[in-house]
């Protein structure tokens, strides 16, 4: 089934559990199994999560992110993209929609519900500074009783394929590959080049490299940008349980846990939703 707007999502799955995928170090432990249900319930993948766990769904804030995800995944999956679609015409057969300047400044813990969205002129999707605040509105605006967070830390710079050489190569080849796709078109090409640099994938992943990912910190708590996100999810997750929205971290030390997220383990929540 294409979905052609954001309102397509409405309450699709309204009462259900949906897990959010980021790309923390927590997705190099995920064991088979863990993977295996993820895959086969309701979850909605970030960025590169598509290396770990092959969700039903994505979402995207940059061009060469949500090209990622289009090329290489081999299940089929709905995308969102964040973004003008610029000048590139998306095939139908990506089941891809596009939403333009949904970047919406408003009061904290500001997140539409689908009437909202049908009252508003435009139909929108809040948070688009951070890939977890917008796939948490996404999942609200799915219908979900508990939304799930995996692999959403923000302690430090070491994502799972930073820590992974089998990661970390599909992810190198994968971007090498829609580097050569896309050659001919500079604007996409050029954004693919600043995921590639950011990401230092022209090198190799070394014992060293990994170990200082490790330990350096991604945001630190006192910086004003983590305290600024924190913030923020403080605020996302009170409104969300004021509408009877159970939220759930997975991991004990990350800002979720510290936005008011109840942590349980994963394989806690998993044998719970196998119950």
């Known amino acids: 089934m294409k979905y052609n707007r954001l309102s397509d999502y409405n309450n699709i799955h309204l009462g259900k559990t949906i897990f959010i995928i980021g790309n923390g170090q927590q997705l190099d432990n995920l064991t088979p199994n863990q993977i295996y249900f993820l895959e086969n319930n309701i979850s909605i993948g970030t960025n590169a999560s598509y290396i770990s766990v092959e969700s039903p769904y994505y979402i995207a804030g940059h061009m060469s992110v949500m090209l990622l995800t289009c090329h290489f995944p081999s299940k089929p999956s709905h995308k969102i993209f964040q973004g003008e679609p610029q000048h590139y015409p998306f095939p139908d057969e990506w089941n891809l929609i596009s939403i333009a300047h949904q970047n919406i400044v408003g009061p904290p813990g500001f997140f539409p519900t689908t009437s909202d969205n049908q009252d508003m002129d435009r139909e929108i999707l809040v948070g688009a500074e951070n890939i977890g605040l917008s796939s948490t509105h996404l999942a609200c605006i799915m219908g979900a009783s508990k939304i799930v967070y995996i692999g959403f ?119 719970n939703e196998k119950n």
Do not use: C, W
């Open 153 to 271: 830390d923000f302690k430090n710079n070491a994502h799972f394929y930073d820590i992974n050489r089998t990661s970390y190569n599909k992810l190198k080849s994968n971007v090498e590959e829609i580097l050569d796709i896309y050659s001919h078109d500079k604007f996409i090409h050029d954004d693919i080049i600043d995921y590639y640099n950011a990401h230092n994938l022209i090198s190799p992943l070394t014992d060293e490299r990994i170990s200082h990912l490790r330990t350096q910190e991604f945001l630190s708590a006192s910086t004003p940008v983590y305290n600024s996100m924190l913030g923020k999810f403080t605020a996302a997750f009170n409104t969300f349980k004021q509408r009877n929205i159970e939220i759930i971290s997975t991991q004990e030390d990350s800002i979720i846990t510290e936005a008011g997220a109840k942590f349980v383990p994963l394989d806690i929540v998993l044998q």
